[in-house]
């Protein structure tokens, strides 16, 4: 009698269950939720309740004419105008433009993408496509239960995961706003909140910017339940933004300072968060500010290791201007909506701006396109401080200095939109 060849038989199955693995770890999240609701029994992910239909905003809490004048912070303004070429724009630099200038934005630049149009490139796959034709995939993508986007180093994407929504959410759509992928109608900015709580995982790379979006439309929500039947809260958001090295992530780490900022604040008014987690999230940004404190070079601005401290300001890193741009616009912009308590003193608050705003100045709109999203924070940032934002300064000053072109605000196009320096990677 013929021997089963059972060695046989377990190489069969270990390639079979390889092959399923490798299946199931490429596949979207709802063919996931799917597999692990036939054979786990998990209950399907039930649509989040969205209390709101306008996203919060949270304010900043100074005007400091003397940190950056009425002049200097329309030149930089100027340098930061969204001005987009039609053919393979990228749709980073666009969130990066609409989130400080927002949806309502207008202007008298003939090269300059208003609000409406911005919106409409991110939001609707017509108008998207009318730049890229079908050399790339969609940036909005069908997905059975809604829609999603996508995102990552792939041409004609958005490179961060949650970017997308978090830069529409700080213009200030609506949950009403209207969302066209390249075969469904009738969705709107809900269904792809929706589908970012569904996709959620909290061990994802890269946080920053769905804590964010989260934060401004869940609150008072504190906790709610994702596919597969997983728990999140924002306590376990701030302590994910935590976790880790300083300097590792987007920006040389500055945005999950900004948004873990941007929680404390929002905690202030809807209690999100524990009181043990708050005092972990405060603690955390105390020792932010003493290192920034320490890491400051002498003309004001911070290196991208400013995560060393001292050693960094004491010996001086070999790396290009444009991310001390980065560094340093990035802690402008979550001090300004930080408590005094959290401010590094002042005179070197004082000295960052004046770097920055003399950096910027002293290049043209044509240097600074290519390095646009980096520069964005800095106008952001200074308008900030002047607690507005740039749209509003932007009207009132032009109401008394109209347009004229000059050598230092006109871009000169290519054939295409300039590339740009990488911005995923950890600096």
Same mark, same amino acid.
């Given at each position: 009698m013929r021997q089963f060849p059972w060695k046989i038989f377990w190489v069969i199955q270990a390639v079979v269950l390889a092959a399923f693995g490798a299946a199931y770890a490429v596949s979207t999240t709802h063919s996931?939720?799917?597999?692990?609701?036939?054979?786990?029994?998990?209950?399907?992910?039930k649509p989040v309740v969205i209390p709101r239909t306008q996203p919060l905003v949270v304010e900043p809490l100074y005007d400091r004419p003397d940190l950056v004048s009425d002049k200097e912070l329309a030149a930089v303004l100027d340098r930061v105008l969204p001005r987009f070429h039609h053919r393979h724009t990228k749709p980073n630099f666009v969130e990066h433009a609409i989130r400080i200038w927002g949806v309502d934005a207008e202007f008298?630049?003939?090269?300059?993408m208003s609000g409406h149009d911005m919106e409409g490139f991110l939001t609707d796959h017509a108008r998207?496509? #009318?730049?890229?034709? &079908?050399?790339?995939?969609?940036?909005?993508?069908?997905?059975?239960?809604?829609? #999603?986007?996508?995102? $990552?180093?792939?041409?004609?994407?958005?490179?961060?995961? %949650?970017?997308?929504?978090?830069?529409?959410?700080?213009?200030?759509?609506?949950? %009403? &706003?209207?969302?066209?992928?390249?075969?469904?109608? $009738?969705?709107?900015?809900?269904?792809?909140?929706?589908?970012?709580?569904?996709?959620?995982?909290?061990?994802?790379?890269? &946080?920053?910017?769905?804590?964010m979006a989260f934060g401004l439309w869940l609150p008072p929500t504190r906790a709610w339940v994702g596919s597969g039947g997983r728990q999140y809260s924002f306590d376990l958001l701030a302590r994910?933004?935590?976790? $880790?090295?300083?300097?590792l992530g987007v920006c040389s780490g500055t945005h999950r300072v900004y948004s873990l900022m941007l929680l404390i604040r929002l905690?202030?008014?809807?209690?999100?968060?524990? #009181? %043990?987690?708050?005092?972990e999230a405060y603690a955390h940004l105390e020792n932010v500010r003493d290192l920034i404190i320490a890491s400051q070079w002498d003309d004001g601005r911070w290196p991208t290791n400013w995560p060393d401290g001292a050693d960094a300001s004491a010996t001086h890193i070999d790396e290009e201007l444009y991310k001390q741009v980065i560094a340093t616009g990035h802690h402008l912009e979550w001090l300004a909506i930080a408590p005094p308590e959290l401010h590094p003193p002042d005179e070197q608050i004082l000295k960052a701006a004046r770097w920055v705003i003399d950096t910027t100045t002293s290049?043209?709109?044509?240097?600074?396109?290519?390095?646009?999203?980096?520069?964005?924070?800095? $106008?952001?940032?200074? #308008?900030?401080?002047?607690? &507005?934002?740039?749209?509003?300064?932007?009207?009132e000053w032009r109401a008394s200095h109209p347009y004229e072109a000059t050598p230092e605000n006109t871009?000169?196009?290519?054939?295409?939109?300039?590339?740009?320096?990488?911005t995923s990677s950890s600096h």
């Open positions: 996931r939720d799917l597999v692990e609701q036939e054979l786990f029994g998990r209950e399907p992910f008298d630049h003939p090269q300059a998207y496509a #009318a730049s890229w034709g &079908t050399e790339v995939e969609p940036l909005v993508v069908d997905r059975p239960n809604g829609l #999603a986007i996508r995102w $990552g180093r792939e041409t004609g994407g958005s490179v961060h995961h %949650d970017h997308w929504l978090a830069s529409l959410t700080e213009a200030g759509v609506s949950i %009403d &706003t209207p969302v066209y992928g390249p075969a469904r109608r $009738g969705m709107h900015i809900g269904e792809v909140i929706q589908e970012s709580l569904r996709d959620f995982r909290l061990d994802e790379r890269e &946080t920053e910017w769905t804590a994910r933004l935590m976790r $880790g090295q300083k300097e905690d202030d008014e809807f209690n999100i968060l524990s #009181a %043990d987690t708050r005092a290049q043209t709109a044509n240097e600074i396109l290519p390095r646009y999203t980096f520069y964005s924070h800095v $106008g952001n940032a200074l #308008a900030l401080w002047r607690k &507005t934002h740039p749209t509003p300064f932007w009207r871009v000169v196009w290519e054939t295409d939109s300039p590339d740009e320096d990488d």
